[in-house]
């Protein structure tokens, strides 16, 4: 990205390392759940997270992202401050309606993830701030969510078209759905599709429902693009699938109860 001059040339490099016995953490903490910036995907999946129905998508975020090297390395923090449609944590956590903890010599602030990504690599971070945490409210039971990331290939993948899924159900009535891509409207970077979650809200969860949120709704929440990868009409029809096979997933691990 430096030798093709897409980021400037950085002045200092700040290594976080030292950090890591402070921001290496997942809890649940007065009904939240907090992860620490420097946990890497490793760690998370050493967690509840990665066992608990209610977070199933962390699971299916894990089986799909990059090599099990990387998956060694990469950490929480850095895949938000990337801030690329590719960075499938960013998709996962906008289901969960998750926040970040900004921390500078100046104090702490706390920012939605839907207000940290602003474009792609642009974040809404001030120079001299970092992230510390993660966190976003512990869902309650009969709720679960699911991840979905469709590309030629199944590993080592940036996706065609990826999707997060959040629901929860009382007595088959939608109490609460998200719904995530990689891209929404005019927007480059993930964001929430929330014409298909107004629509699907408070009513009786149905496979029929969820065909006519992918194929009415979701439409309209879309501008899907044409690049050397892929076309758009491709892109939306993938859309659709996802939001289809994410929402009966996130359904059945509930009545199951299992990952
Ligand atoms: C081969 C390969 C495959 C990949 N596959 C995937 C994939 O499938 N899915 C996916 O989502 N990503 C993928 N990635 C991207 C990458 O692994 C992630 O973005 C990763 O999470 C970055 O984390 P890091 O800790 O290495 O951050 P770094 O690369 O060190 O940093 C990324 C950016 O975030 C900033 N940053 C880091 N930590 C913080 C912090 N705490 N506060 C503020 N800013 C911070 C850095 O300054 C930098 O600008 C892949 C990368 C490679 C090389």
Sequence with gaps: MIRDKKIPTPKYLLDLTPLKKQLSYVKIEEGKVKIGSTTTLYELSRTFLHSDVRFAGFVDVW?????????????????????????????????????????????????????????????????????????????????????????????????????????????????????????????????????????LLGKMFSEELVNQAADEILPASMERITDWWTTAEYRLDMSKIALKRGLLKCKTRIEKGVV
Excluded at 87 to 115: C, F
Aim: proline fraction near 4%; hydrophobic fraction near 45%.
């Design 63 to 199: 089986k799909k992202f990059g090599t099990f090297a990387i998956r060694f390395s990469a950490t929480i923090g850095g895949n938000l401050a990337a801030a690329t449609q590719y960075s499938d944590y960013i998709t996962l956590l906008l289901a969960y309606d998750a926040r970040v903890k900004a921390i500078s010599a100046n104090g702490e602030r706390t920012i939605p993830v839907e207000k940290l990504v602003l474009d792609k690599r642009v974040t809404s971070l001030r120079p001299d701030e970092l992230i510390k945490e993660v966190e976003f409210d512990a869902p309650p039971e009969s709720s679960s969510s699911s991840f979905i990331k469709f590309d030629r290939r199944e590993l080592l993948i940036a996706g065609i078209v990826t999707g997060a899924f959040f629901l929860r159900l009382d007595q088959g009535k939608i109490q609460d759905v998200k719904v995530a891509f990689d891209m929404v409207k005019d927007k480059r970077v993930p964001a929430r599709a929330r014409e298909v979650e107004n629509f």
